[in-house]
């Protein structure tokens, strides 16, 4: 894990997927996006990035978080 005043940035765990598909589906989140996404589209987007990413590059793939302190 590295963390910052500001941010954390961590391995994704599967607890991501709520707050992630949240954002997803905000429309204030999203408002520079083409569409907001359900939480299926937010699921398939990390599981295809995921293995994209670590089939590519071999590296694991990482959730950030915004610090609280």
Known sequence: MLETTRLILMQW?????????????????????PVQLLRE??????????????????VESYASLESRS
């Open 13 to 33: 765990e599967a607890k991501n997927m709520a707050p992630f598909a949240a954002k997803n589906a905000d429309p204030d989140v999203m408002r520079f996006f």
């Open 41 to 58: 589209e937010s699921e398939s987007l990390t599981a295809s990035s995921e293995m994209e990413l670590m089939n590519e590059i071999e």
